[in-house]
């Protein structure tokens, strides 16, 4: 079991870059989660998917940002168009069965906007 | 969205002492989940409760499902430097179903 696995983790861009994030879940589990973290906070949700369907997403969501997960494996989340207040950490998490079951975390991507 | 607040905020401690925090919410949770966070790392699970009332214990970290499913409890006995780090709740609300709701952390420093 090698956990959640998160690449890369740092990057630096420009505003108005698009930038792609991979995440590789735990390798059985069927649910995989995106969440964004600022200094200070709590994990926010962002989006999650069961196997390969996308099922929820949150309001924080916007248009610019997009994830995909194509054979219920890994996923990768875009953001578009990045904005300075897109800094931040992103963080995959995934977990077998059911939404009670606990989520696993990978150590994140750290994004950071000049 | 489902608002957690997670008290104290920061806690400096002696090493040795016990400490305790909890987390506390206006709706009814399902499961209550405890992580550890360190810096630029993600967070790790300690602790899962799935019942009303149920105490839970991993090591030196014993975690509550208050009775009412609106709160949660963790207490950290006989603190360690290791301890240092950012303990986080977690919890699914019972109508929502799909989506944990994240507390905004108690920062603990352990002093040797």
């Known amino acids: 079991d090698t956990g959640v696995s998160q690449n890369p983790r740092h990057k630096i861009t420009k505003r108005g870059q698009n930038v792609t994030f991979r995440c590789d879940p735990i390798?059985?589990?069927?649910?995989l989660y995106w969440y964004r973290q600022t200094l200070g906070q709590g994990p926010e949700f962002l989006t999650y998917?069961?196997?390969?369907?996308?099922?929820?997403k949150s309001r924080l969501l916007s248009d610019r940002f997009s994830a995909e997960r194509p054979k219920g494996s890994f996923s990768t989340l875009e953001i578009q168009r990045t904005e300075q207040g897109d800094s931040a950490m992103y963080l995959c998490?995934?977990?077998?069965?059911?939404?009670?079951?606990?989520?696993?975390f990978g150590d994140g991507t750290r994004l950071s906007i000049l | 969205g489902q608002q957690l607040n997670q008290s104290p905020q920061s806690m400096f401690i002696q090493e040795g002492e016990d400490v305790s925090m909890n987390c506390t919410s206006s709706?009814?949770?399902?499961?209550w989940l405890w992580y550890k966070q360190d810096p630029g790392e993600g967070p790790v699970l300690l602790i899962a409760?799935?019942?009303?009332?149920e105490l839970t214990s991993n090591g030196r970290l014993t975690a509550q499902f208050g009775i009412t499913r609106k709160d949660s409890f963790l207490n950290i006995s006989a603190s360690i430097p290791s301890d240092v780090g950012i303990y986080f709740c977690?919890?699914?609300?019972?109508?929502?179903?799909?989506?944990?709701?994240f507390g905004t952390g108690t920062s603990l420093t352990v002093i040797p």
């Open positions: 977690a919890g699914l609300p019972r109508n929502t179903g799909n989506q944990f709701y």
């Open positions: 998917f069961q196997n390969e369907a996308q099922l929820e």
């Open positions: 709706s009814i949770f399902n499961t």
């Open positions: 409760l799935y019942k009303a009332g």
């Open positions: 998490a995934s977990s077998w069965g059911s939404a009670t079951q606990p989520q696993h």
């Open positions: 390798s059985e589990h069927n649910r």
